[in-house]
């Protein structure tokens, strides 16, 4: 096991930059996700660390290792890199049996018959599958196919394991439990993992830290808790949970941690604590979850939040409760409720704490 | 936890040159000997004075201006652009035809008529022609049929139209799998939508199947016209008694039957003929690249809905197989009942005639049985190297980094351009001139050889889809666990590439057994073909020990083709 370090990663396909300036230290032992929408390099970035894209420019390193360094004109072939790679597509190979497919690293290395065999009942026994062993891929479910490839990484005891949207081929049930499954594999592991995925529950659950990328970018770093709580654009609000936004124009000048008067389109008014300090005048977006927002009873007092008047135009039952879609002064929200609205106007309550300020207009969270 | 607690094993460290670069250069620097090599000498000698092998000789151009002076030499042009035409005007004709008829329509028993239409393709222009000569010759069966009902027969063949006919029946093919695999693959609504808007079963066919069939129609006529510049066995047979010469014939009566060969003309001939194939086959690959961006439209293969003939059903069905039984059946028919018969004509019973004793001749002849055994250890052993040699250039070009990939590949398909005729004057050549290869000039490697670097594109045509069917992850996650670009080439592509190879060395078995045009200028005593000993034996008029080679080779060809359609159902065209 090892740490990992990333210096200023570049990778360009012909005249496209898919990956710029890509920063990242992964401890030793840490489980680190990436995430972010398709295109935004997270797969680049992954490819790079294994050997199978060259990059054009930056440093990586694994423990002492120095995997690829443009500088020095370092570049190790990805079979001299000691990674593990699950593909998203699994790569079992179609003409081995399961055991032969996890044999295959190990007589790479020359490990003896009778070790490789202690070691394949091993690690079959670790992923719950020493019943097939005999069996193809083609004869094994997506799920048992995912935990093989698994098996066929670990039991080389890779300096480093990287999983490429191992999840993403399952279907929605399965998913839950091999979810469940590879975290409490990962505790008892304990090696260092980079994970690459689109969906923001996988990153949350299993993650020590998640890096979220936009387009070849590193967005924020942080843990699971700090990224939802406190993205640092609207990017990662939006991408992170479902997020509404709020245009607005700031009356009075806050400081940070401060408490801003804001206004928004048609003149309304509400309050919001500014992470950041606010300069009267300037055009800001307020982001909350949809949890965050409720229905105010009539009458209710405005006590540690704003009541807003807004406008019902859709609402539809998603089981167990109500999506409701709202009209505030021109923004489109989404509040979830246990009972249906039963007029066309609705009184919205937003508390003062626990939105995000960013600078600029609507457009920011376009 | 073992696992957990163990530290990473590194694997072996890789070493200072990789395999993979002597395995790469080395089969790249092979290919550019192959396709190369007989190439050079060819491009040289048309521009010295004197032969290749003189001590002395100055660059000229003269040879050009010597070949356009030649007596004939503009017939001979003329006749080869006009053999050519009209060759592929048939071809595209009646492959077409063929390919509405048996593909799209509820014609009775089409897939059998598909079937026999397809089998000229298996078989070389050599048998084909003799067929033809059995049949519709002046003492052919049908001739002498026509002639004792209806007076004298009203074809002949010894002429650029009777030629044409020969050669355009048995490409048309070729225009079939074309024009059948782009029905297969346009929308089948664009059909229906214009029957559903009234429009009948005729119309449709004209205005809508027929147009979205224009590329492919297109692509192949350049493809028969190319191989009908290209044509060797068909002039030689029927064009020379006649006096017709075309510059395949051209090239092989100066070059090889003469006495004192002109090097410098035969030389700048072939050059001639390389560059106007080289041209035609750059225009197939355009040609390719535009159909390309018409056909993939529809995307999915599905079957069309099949147009209903109503009354027609029977009257074109019985057409269909009156054209297979004259073009294919009936030559190949009489061509193997000649070959067990004495004498083979219509006045004369068949019980009279009928013996083996044509087999026996030609097994009793040790230079037709050594042809024979020949024709078997080129096409095993030479077809078994090319497939290796074709699975590794495939395998460099497509999933290696090798730095050369795309100039590999290039030269890998350039043989496409270079005529039968052409590659083995140039063989030729090469192996007179180089010194320490005697050895090989009278020995079959010669052909293996020479065969190998023509049928290098076929092959390299049977495994690609394949390999590039095969998930690129397959080989990154070998590469990722610790084994080498060679340790993963062999241990997980070539096992996943087995059927392709399998299709490409069926393929090549085929194209070396029936191959005749290469041979003849690269055969030496002892080292005789099928294809070399049946036009040797032709020149000695007899017919039938002709008959009895050319069913050989109908026979195991046949038996191949069935058994790798059969057992591993491979596809051997399309």
């Known amino acids: 096991m090892a740490d990992l370090t990333i210096q200023g990663l570049t990778k360009r396909f012909g005249g496209v930059t898919a990956v710029e300036d890509v920063n990242l230290h992964v401890a030793d032992g840490e489980f680190v996700t990436l995430l972010g929408p398709s295109g935004c390099g997270k797969s680049t970035t992954l490819a790079a660390v294994a050997g199978l894209d060259r990059a054009d420019g930056g440093r990586i390193q694994v423990g002492d290792r120095v995997y690829f360094d443009a500088a020095r004109g370092i570049y190790l072939p990805p079979e001299a890199r000691s990674c593990g790679l699950v593909f998203q597509s699994y790569a079992l190979w179609p003409h081995m049996t399961v055991a032969d497919n996890v044999a295959f690293p190990l007589t790479l290395r020359k490990v003896s018959s009778a070790e490789r065999k202690r070691r394949i009942e091993e690690v079959l026994a670790l992923v719950e599958m020493e019943r097939y062993a005999g069996r193809y891929p083609h004869e094994l479910s997506g799920g048992q196919q995912q935990r093989v490839a698994l098996a066929r990484t670990l039991v080389y005891r890779p300096a480093i394991l990287l999983l490429d949207e191992p999840l993403s081929n399952l279907d929605a049930k399965l998913r839950d439990r091999a979810r469940a499954w590879l975290a409490e594999l990962r505790t008892r592991l304990g090696l260092t993992t980079i994970y690459v995925t689109h969906d923001q529950i996988e990153a949350l659950s299993l993650s020590d830290r998640i890096v979220v990328m936009n387009g070849g970018h590193i967005a924020q770093i942080g843990a699971p808790q700090e990224i939802y709580e406190h993205p640092a654009d609207p990017f990662v609000a939006d991408f992170i949970g479902t997020t509404n936004f709020l245009p607005a124009r700031v009356l009075g000048e806050a400081s940070a941690g401060g408490r801003a008067l804001l206004e928004l389109a048609d003149g309304q008014r509400l309050e919001a604590v500014a992470e950041r300090p606010a300069a009267a005048g300037s055009r800001v977006t307020l982001a909350f979850r949809p949890e965050q927002m409720h229905v105010a009873p009539p009458g209710a007092r405005m006590e540690g939040g704003s009541v807003l008047a807004t406008r019902v135009t859709s609402r539809s039952y998603v089981g167990g409760q109500w999506q409701v879609g709202l009209d505030l002064a021109g923004a489109a929200l989404r509040l979830e409720a246990r009972q249906p609205p039963t007029e066309d106007r609705l009184d919205l309550w937003l508390p003062h704490v626990g939105g995000i300020l960013f600078r600029g207009g609507a457009d920011v969270a376009a | ?574």
């Open chain 2, 1 to 574: 936890m073992s696992l957990a607690m163990s530290g990473p094993e590194a694997p072996p460290a890789p070493p200072a040159i990789p395999r993979a670069v002597p395995i790469q250069y080395g089969t790249a620097l092979l290919v550019l000997v192959l396709v190369t090599g007989p190439l050079l000498p060819v491009l040289l000698q048309s521009v010295l004075d004197g032969a290749l092998y003189d001590a002395e000789y100055n660059l000229t151009l003269a040879n050009f201006a010597r070949l356009a002076r030649t007596e004939g030499f503009g017939l001979v042009l003329l006749n080869t652009a006009a053999l050519a035409a009209m060759t592929t005007v048939v071809a595209q004709v009646v492959g077409t035809l063929a390919a509405i008829l048996f593909g799209r329509t509820d014609l009775p028993m089409a897939r059998l008529l598909s079937e026999f239409f397809l089998w000229p393709l298996y078989l070389s222009a050599l048998v084909l022609s003799f067929g033809w000569y059995a049949v519709y010759g002046p003492a052919g069966y049908a001739t002498l049929l026509w002639q004792s009902a209806l007076g004298d027969a009203p074809w002949t063949l010894y002429s650029l139209t009777g030629m044409a006919v020969i050669a355009g029946v048995s490409q048309a093919p070729l225009a079939y799998i074309y024009c059948l695999s782009s029905a297969s693959i346009t929308d089948p609504s664009l059909e229906e939508a214009a029957r559903v808007s009234g429009s009948g079963t005729f119309r449709t066919l004209w205005r809508i199947t027929l147009p979205l069939m224009k590329p492919a129609i297109a692509y192949s006529a350049v493809l028969n016209f190319t191989i009908g510049l290209e044509l060797l066995s068909i002039p030689l047979i029927f064009g020379d008694p006649a006096g017709i010469t075309v510059l395949t014939t051209f090239l092989f009566n100066n070059g090889i039957s003469s006495p004192r060969p002109d090097h410098g003309l035969v030389a700048t001939a072939a050059a001639l003929m390389l560059a106007v194939v080289c041209f035609l086959v750059w225009l197939q690959g355009r040609m390719l690249g535009n159909t390309r961006r018409f056909i993939t439209l529809g995307g999915k293969a599905t079957r069309p809905r099949p147009f209903r003939l109503g009354g027609l059903r029977w009257p074109l069905f019985i057409l269909a197989g009156l054209y297979i039984l004259a073009t294919v059946i009936a030559p190949i028919g009489v061509l193997v009942l000649r070959a067990f018969t004495a004498f083979l004509s219509p006045m004369i019973p068949l019980a009279e005639v009928l013996t083996t004793a044509n087999f026996v001749q030609i097994f009793d002849y040790p230079v037709y049985s050594r042809a024979v055994w020949n024709s078997f250890v080129v096409s095993l052993v030479g077809g078994a190297i090319a497939t290796a040699l074709i699975g590794l250039v495939a395998i460099i070009v497509h999933r290696s980094e090798f730095r050369f990939r795309g100039a590999l590949h290039y030269l890998a398909l350039f043989p496409r351009a270079v005529p039968g005729v052409v590659a083995g004057i140039g063989f030729f050549y090469a192996f007179a001139l180089l010194p320490g290869l005697g050895f090989l000039r009278n020995s079959i490697w010669i052909l293996v050889i020479a065969f190998t670097m023509r049928f290098i594109p076929a092959g390299i045509g049977a495994v690609a889809p394949m390999l590039l069917q095969v998930s690129h992850d397959l080989d990154r996650a070998a590469r990722v666990q610790g084994a080498d670009w060679w340790t993963t080439s062999r241990r997980i592509l070539l096992p996943l590439m087995r059927p392709a190879l399998v299709g490409c060395f069926t393929i090549l078995f085929i194209s070396f057994f029936k191959e005749y045009s290469t041979a003849i200028f690269l055969f030496a005593p002892g080292s005789e073909v099928i294809g070399t000993a049946l036009l040797q034996l032709w020149v000695q008029g007899e017919v039938g020990l002709v008959a009895a080679l050319a069913t050989i080779q109908v026979a195991v060809i046949a038996v191949c083709v069935a058994a790798v359609r059969g057992i591993f159902g491979v596809k051997l065209h399309g």
